[in-house]
């Protein structure tokens, strides 16, 4: 990354993932607006690069910027002249100033994003966008699907480290033609480092409530081979009850750079285990799970006219869930194995440019509570388990092609693709998900862009088939569909930049887990439900303005407002995801230099939910919580958060408050979330093999 600060714009350029299969910019494969994000804001601050020994004039600079910058946002890549749909980029910096120590709590501050969880660190986190659910996303390891097919309960649970990461980008909106059928209402990729510098690196901090974590990671490129591996390993005791933890995460990646093609492999495992606080049911507070997750993948990209990209992938998830702890009441084992293949292609011509290809990923489950009964002589045993089978099976693949074409023309861009799909979950017939984007710049600040686009999700097979005392799964559940409209507009120089969107998402067959009256137990159903709203973020770079000297930094500002409409006449008593949404969300992230390399960075999150939960109350003659029947609404709260860091060459000291104001507040029901948390540490990086 180069910067002029003596230009008249901030110039930043991605060069280092310039056409890289696994970026986002070209694994998301449709249009985008690239920017850079400070944690708060839904929208980035743009982003060009000049050459510091430059004599060209303004006017030559500014093209010459635009067109620097390569934004693979389509199945094609794009420069961020043409680019159309928004995405929301959490860089490396954004990541080193927040106050977190997970992808999913660093999510928290994308105004479009929602982030509910039981605990702290990521542990059991559900991370929707726009309205929708947590199974509605599609959640991506440096452009490789790891979304898990059981539940999306599962999804977040990331085999990689907040150390190995170098960016988090957010696609808001259906993505079919994309990344296939789960791409309902957005998807999330993980982007991680690939320096070309060997080193070594360690990290450890600790905190209250028996907070202790540490890891290191080693970083060898030579040539045209990269590697890197790094381990961690973090605990705590918790800061409610039976909130404990224990989670270890192991991560190699390797990158092999020609004249003939670009490869990268990466091979991830995470092992955790924790207090599963009232998971599916305030009835049930002490209950626990283990999950382990394997991940392998391979990507290519051929160098030439034209362009194959491949890629192959494998990942697995041991679950163990137990519904009351340290007992075998209501236990479930669940082994989950998904594999596919991508072969995708793309050219350049008078025309435009042109992309298409095939995916194929297969999804299957072994479980002692999911699936389609087994005979008994076809029962599987679980591992590492003595006397407990697997009985139940299921198993589903999706076949995808597409094709693509964008219209580039001076002022304005047009993407245009549809996506033919096959699930035998379904049947054998081929549907249709057609896209359009479209961007217009009429003068040099401002951009405006229109999206239509189709999408269908399965159903999990936790909605399918999952049994307990207060749940119950449908296996005649229908897949959703949507239909999603969004329309925006950007205005940018130097010192602001502020974006809105709007958007409309048409809902049919959306699944949600309802009680139909107040003795009723959780039931997975169907439902006709739209999802409306709009977005509005400003970033104001004061040092543009007062110079690089300037003790403030940035202050970012946006806002989210969602409104819902339900189409059924069913009566509803309670809804335990869908129709908990958040009505409004408000959140701002102030950096700024405190004392010579002593830095703050303030974040503020207001949000109001819509919806409510059924109180439990402790019952001491029967020893467990009992339902009261009563309904209590969601609260507002607001949270500020503070991480003091002190920066030098080599290391990096922190220390951090979360819930800096010790804030009392529920965000699932019958949780209460943690108060204020103290943290601190340390981040060493040394450079070996000169």
């Known amino acids: ?351 435009g440019k042109t992309a298409f290809g095939a995916e194929f990923r297969n999804e299957g489950i072994l479980s002692t509570n999911l699936g389609k009964p087994l005979d008994e002589e076809q029962y599987i045993k679980v591992p590492g388990e003595d006397g407990i089978m697997f009985n139940k099976k299921d198993n589903r693949t999706n076949i995808s092609y597409y094709l693509e074409h964008n219209i580039l023309l001076p002022r304005l861009t047009i993407s245009l693709g549809v996506m033919a799909n096959m699930n035998t979950a379904l049947d054998h017939k081929y549907r249709l998900y057609p896209g359009v984007d479209v961007s217009y710049r009429p003068a040099g600040n401002w951009k405006l862009f229109a999206s239509w686009n189709k999408a269908l999700r399965m159903p999990t097979f936790t909605d399918l088939y999952y049994k307990s005392p207060t749940l119950q799964g449908n296996v005649g559940l229908k897949p959703e569909e949507t239909q999603a409209i969004n329309v925006g507009a950007r205005y940018r120089i130097p010192a602001v930049d502020v974006t809105v969107n709007g958007f409309y998402h048409k809902g049919k067959n959306m699944i949600d887990w309802v009680m139909y009256n107040a003795d009723d137990v959780y039931h997975s159903a169907n439902f006709k439900l739209d999802n409306m709203g709009v977005e509005v973020s400003a970033v104001l770079n004061f040092r543009s303005i007062a110079g690089e000297n300037f003790f403030i930094h940035k202050l970012n500002l946006s806002y989210a407002y969602i409104h819902q409409n339900r189409h059924d006449d069913t009566e509803i008593y309670k809804s335990n995801y869908a129709l908990e949404y958040l009505r409004h969300k408000f959140v701002a992230n102030l950096e700024h230099r405190v004392w010579k390399k002593l830095h703050a960075s303030w974040a503020f999150r207001w949000q109001d939910r819509m919806g409510s939960y059924e109180k439990y109350q402790w019952n001491s003659n029967t020893g467990k919580p009992e339902s009261t029947k009563q309904l209590v609404s969601y609260s507002p709260f607001a949270l500020l958060d503070l991480k003091l860091t002190w920066a030098e060459k080599n290391y990096l000291l922190f220390v951090e408050a979360n819930n800096l104001f010790d804030k009392y507040y529920y965000d699932l029901g019958n949780i209460p979330q943690p108060g204020v948390w103290i943290k601190g540490g340390i981040n060493i990086k040394l450079p070996i093999f000169k």
């Open 1 to 351: 990354m180069k910067e002029n600060t003596s230009t008249k714009r901030d110039a930043i350029r991605w060069k280092q993932f310039n056409r890289k299969a696994y970026a986002v910019f070209f694994s998301l494969k449709r249009e985008v607006t690239i920017g850079v994000l400070t944690v708060s804001t839904a929208v980035c601050a743009s982003v060009i690069t000049v050459n510091a020994q430059t004599t060209e004039t303004p006017n030559q600079l500014k093209t010459c910027e635009l067109d620097e910058i390569e934004v693979t946002g389509t199945r094609v890549p794009l420069t961020e002249l043409q680019s159309a749909k928004m995405v929301t980029v959490l860089s490396r910096e954004d990541i080193q100033a927040a106050a977190v120590h997970s992808i999913n709590d660093l999510l928290k501050y994308a105004v479009g994003v929602d982030v509910r969880q039981r605990g702290e660190f990521g542990i059991q986190t559900d991370i929707s966008i726009r309205g929708g659910t947590f199974d509605q996303v599609t959640i991506l390891l440096n452009g490789v699907n790891i979304t898990n097919p059981q539940t999306g309960h599962h999804s977040a649970e990331f085999p990689v480290s907040m150390n190995d990461i170098e960016r988090i980008e957010v696609l808001e909106g259906p993505a079919a033609r994309v990344f296939g059928t789960s791409a309902f209402t957005g998807a999330i990729n993980v982007v991680t480092k690939n320096d070309k510098q060997s080193y070594v690196a360690a990290n450890v901090m600790g905190g209250a409530y028996g907070l202790f974590g540490g890891g290191a990671r080693v970083n060898y490129s030579k040539g045209a081979f990269s590697n890197q591996v790094s381990g961690s390993y973090s605990r705590a005791d918790g800061a409610t009850t039976n909130s404990d933890f224990r989670i270890g995460r192991a991560y190699y990646q390797g990158t092999y750079t020609s004249q003939q093609a670009d490869v990268r492999w990466q091979v991830g495992f995470s092992d955790q285990s924790f207090g599963a606080n009232t998971f599916y049911s305030a009835a049930y507070p002490n209950q626990f799970e283990e999950l382990r997750r394997y991940l392998v993948s391979v990507q290519a990209e051929t160098k030439g006219w034209l362009r194959f990209t491949p890629t192959i992938y494998w990942n697995r998830t041991h679950d163990h869930f137990q519904l009351i702890r340290d007992t075998n009441t209501s236990e479930n084992f669940h082994l989950n194995d998904v594999y596919g293949a991508n072969l995708n292609a793309y050219f350049n011509t008078k025309l």
